[in-house]
């Protein structure tokens, strides 16, 4: 690998990007999570526990991504569950969009706050996974 360093520039602004964003999103949806409803076109249910509790995870990841940003290599695994979480949670979004459960207008939400980290998450995983098995002595399992 050319640099010395694990992450370019533009991978650094991103990670931090994301950081301020899950975070601001998620206690979005911790604390205003009336408003949160009325973003999304929503009725409020009876329990706001489930949007707080994804708020609250969205923030946690915020947190993971600034993690990676500080020690990309050390802390890569939590941008693998980053992208897991987006990968996945897309895909759960987009069926239910599919299913007509979720108007249409959604795909929006999915696509700026998931869908558009996946290649670039990918691609920085990738090089710190690179960057980390050329520079480690050997390969270790963590048992």
Known sequence: M???K??????????RFAAWFNLGAGLHML????????????PKPESHFPIQLVGLLVALFGLGYYLVAKHPVRNRQLLLLGFLSKALGSCLGLAHIALGKL??????VFFFADIIYLPPFWLIYRRLENWARQREPTTRDDN
């Open 2 to 4: 050319p640099s010395d």
């Open 6 to 15: 694990p992450l370019l520039p533009w991978m650094k602004f991103l990670l």
């Open 31 to 42: 604390i205003l999570y009336h408003e949160t409803y009325k973003v999304i076109g929503m």
């Open 103 to 108: 108007p249409p207008r959604f795909f929006l």
